[in-house]
Antibody, heavy 119, light 110 residues
């Protein structure tokens, strides 16, 4: 069974940093691209970042470019999102989601981790 | 990249059919057959319902179907059931982002 479990969320002040993790199991992690998608409270879904299976291709949404860094460790079956210079508008539930390729759909999602940016 | 346009809400009675539209541009919905649909119940993670415009993942009911015409994709749910009440989001690959989601549609089963 495919499982994606996010962790690392919490309360952080504006300008602060946070690192999210996503632990994968039930599939060959190194064969799949991964993504972070977020959802602000009461709002819709927003794609945040993509990383290919080998980490050779990375994309970011304009809203986080230069502040967030996606990475993965295939030996540990883990995906990460380093978030720096956090803003109030980054407050959201962050989901990790699996995809097959850059044009692929998001076929499995984690349960999400809440990040709250507030003073 | 602007979000794809979806109606804020739709409703239907049990057993009826409803259609949710998702309008984009030739740079996203109209330009690629990489439109997908997600169902999200309150407090839960999104679930893939349709991919590549009209394909259903294993385990998804055949009451769910997808289509596309020009820059507009559609999700149709036939034989509405109470459990279908949820938020639905479309998504498309784009030439820039590379993904964009719709704003979401709240489906109410009357």
């Amino acid at each position: 069974e495919v499982q994606l479990v996010e962790s690392g969320g919490g309360l952080v002040q504006p300008g602060g940093s946070l690192r999210l993790s996503c632990a994968a199991s039930g599939f060959t992690f190194s064969s799949y691209s991964m993504n972070w998608v977020r959802q602000a409270p009461g709002k819709g879904l927003e794609w945040v970042s993509y990383i290919s299976s080998s980490s050779s291709t990375i994309y970011y949404a304009d809203s986080v470019k230069g502040r967030f860094t996606i990475s993965r460790d295939n030996a540990k079956n883990s995906l990460y999102l380093q978030m720096n210079s956090l803003r109030d508008e980054d407050t959201a539930v962050y989901y990790c989601a699996r995809s097959i390729a850059v044009a692929g759909h998001f076929d499995y999602w984690g349960q999400g981790t809440l990040v709250t940016v507030s003073s | 990249q602007s979000a794809l346009t979806q109606p804020a809400s739709v409703s239907g009675s049990p057993g009826q059919s409803i259609t949710i539209s998702c309008t984009g541009t030739s740079s996203d919905v109209g330009g690629y057959n990489y439109v997908s649909w997600y169902q999200q119940h309150p407090g839960k993670a999104p679930k893939l319902m349709i991919y590549e415009v009209s394909n259903r993942p294993s385990g998804v009911s055949n009451r769910f179907s997808g289509s596309k015409s020009g820059n507009t994709a559609s999700l149709t749910i036939s034989g509405l059931q109470a459990e279908d009440e949820a938020d639905y989001y479309c998504s498309s690959y784009t030439s820039s982002s590379p993904w964009v989601f719709g704003g979401g549609t709240k489906l109410t089963v009357l």
